[in-house]
């Protein structure tokens, strides 16, 4: 009989880094809906929307914001593939205000050469930025 998993490995690959860390539970915000992952859980795939998540190690809980992914459940790991991953401590709102103003200048320079990937995602990152701010309680 074979003994289930008492951790998990949460791998989180983003175009910036990549980091993996042992954790005991994961929550993250499927397109179908936020779930939660434990050790053991049973596996699947999905993609994730823009929206909270976070993992715990023993009683210490650390929140994030991720964005255009995906994730791979497996009883003993959690893989997730994503354009942005930022812890909320991570974000800065003054920040998050200059880079809005960028990308909002970038998307005004159409038609001339511009990569609209890249302005989206520094569009996308920084909502996040300020979405992690309000619920720090910083408001904005």
Do not use: C
């Not at 998307?107 to 001339?112: E, I, T």
Request: no cysteine; proline share 6%.
């Amino acid at each position: 009989m074979a003994t289930l998993p008492t951790k998990l490995t949460l791998h989180i690959v983003t175009p910036d880094r990549s980091q993996s860390v042992d954790v005991d539970e994961v929550s993250l915000p499927g397109t179908e809906g936020d779930f939660g992952v434990l050790p053991g859980h049973t596996p699947f795939f999905t993609s994730l929307r823009t929206g909270p998540m976070s993992y715990r190690q023993g009683s210490a809980r650390t929140a994030m914001v991720v964005s255009i992914g995906f994730a791979e459940i497996l009883p003993d790991r959690v893989s997730v593939i994503a354009q942005v991953a930022d812890t909320v401590e991570g974000l800065d709102e003054e920040r998050a205000r200059a880079g809005m103003t960028r990308a909002e200048e970038m998307m005004a320079d159409v038609p001339h050469d511009i990569d609209f990937e890249r302005a989206r995602v520094a569009l996308l990152r920084t909502l996040q930025q300020l979405q992690g701010e309000m619920r720090r309680g910083g408001g904005l």
